[in-house]
């Protein structure tokens, strides 16, 4: 579960008002924290799920719609009992748009991003599953606001139209959580693969997962304090 937290992409940080978005979304009870892949801001909150694939790359490289088409697919197989279309495209007016929104009738619930990794690429979304898709957007609508004023900017930060995104419960019309979809990507994995691995770090895995902890932490103080 995540607490509510406001994940900003480096082009956030070059705002000219950021440090009053912050204090804004400070406000209204979220962290801050930036990443070191691709994107804009994104709301993380315990209606929110992120999934990862990670594939290995052999001898022929992945081409990067491959891994983006991958996950597309895999949405649409856990969701696939609704008569109700997944687009991928991106969707105008809302936040950290992309050309693999994921939408239903026009409404965001999802968004694909990809990181290269050392012989692999990791794919990773995040899925609105619950509560208001538009209160969500608005939130990032006003950190823009504020953090943007009057002042021009060189990057085109995104004009949020919060009545472009919805929740997953919201677009089926169903009551939804985070164990529900799991479930549904479980199943579905085990369908495809006839089994399902689970992994805990090891003795030796967790000193470097604590490393690159503290190194993201690093990070992120640095950013802040520019």
């Known amino acids: 579960m995540h607490q509510k937290t406001v994940v900003l992409g480096i082009q956030d940080t070059k705002l000219p008002f ?8 400070k406000e ?3 962290d801050v924290i930036v990443r070191n892949s691709g994107g804009l801001a994104v709301v993380l909150d315990d209606e929110v799920l992120n999934l990862t694939l990670v594939f290995s790359e052999n001898i022929k490289g992945i081409d990067i719609n491959r891994g983006y088409d991958a996950m597309w697919r895999l949405i649409q197989e856990m969701f696939a009992d609704f008569a109700l279309e997944i ?4 969707i105008v007016g809302s936040y950290c748009p992309g050309s693999y929104d994921l939408s239903i009738q ?3 619930f999802a968004g694909i991003s990809q990181r290269r990794l ?5 794919v990773q979304i995040y899925l609105c599953v619950n509560g208001s898709g538009s209160e969500r957007a608005e939130l990032i609508r006003q950190f823009y606001e504020k953090s943007t004023k009057t002042a021009e900017t060189k990057f085109i930060y995104p004009r949020i139209v919060p009545g472009v995104m919805a929740s997953l419960s919201e677009l089926l019309q169903i009551p939804l959580n ?18 399902i691995y689970t992994a805990s770090l090891s003795a030796m895995e967790m000193p470097l997962f604590e490393s690159y902890y503290d190194r993201v932490l690093e990070r992120n103080e640095k950013f802040m304090e520019e």
Do not use: N, P
Not at 87 to 90: H, N, T
């Open 106 to 108: 026009g409404k965001k």
């Open 28 to 30: 209204q009870g979220y």
């Open 87 to 90: 687009d991928a495209r991106e």
């Open 178 to 195: 985070i164990q529900d979809v799991i479930l549904r990507f479980l199943r579905t994995m085990k369908a495809k693969s006839g089994h």
């Open 18 to 25: 950021l440090q009053e978005g912050m204090l804004f979304l």
């Open 118 to 122: 050392r012989k692999g690429v990791a």
